[in-house]
């Protein structure tokens, strides 16, 4: 299983169907999946390493949060355009919640949570399609 990378500042909400917003009890960067802590109700760094650390609700974070408390909002079902972070995946690839906290891979982690697929975006300015990310969590 391969993390994807992506530069923070590249991740943006292209078009968004379901979002939620609730505050963090961690630094949490654009990009990274994150979840309910359901002791807290804060939101936290998901991963797919067992049921506990994936959660139900869960969606990828379109904000920053450098600490705990800061409100951040998160994509359930959306387009996010997440830079070159796709560039080695081809349309229609699917991406899963890694089992780093809070990353996304390129294969299904220890239970495996899809997170999207990889889908083409036009109108962009470029001859061939970006690479945008379809959430659907």
Not at 80 to 94: A, K, R, S, V
Not at 99 to 120: E, F, K, R, Y
């Amino acid at each position: 299983m391969a993390d994807l990378a992506f530069d923070t500042a590249d991740v943006a909400a292209v078009k968004v169907f379901e979002q939620f917003t609730g505050p963090t009890d961690e630094a949490i960067t654009p990009g990274q999946c994150v979840r309910f802590e359901v002791t807290s109700g804060y939101l936290t760094s998901a991963k797919a390493t067992e049921a506990a650390e994936h959660g139900y609700i869960r969606g990828l974070a379109i904000g920053t949060a450098n600490g705990s408390a800061i409100t951040i909002t998160a994509v359930k079902r959306g387009i996010l355009n997440m830079g070159t972070g796709l560039g080695g995946l081809t349309y229609d690839d699917i991406v899963y919640l890694s089992n780093t906290d809070g990353a996304l891979a390129d294969t299904a982690g220890s239970v495996s949570i899809v997170v999207g697929h990889v889908i083409p975006g036009y109108g962009m300015g470029t001859a061939v399609p970006d690479k945008l990310l379809y959430v659907d969590m």
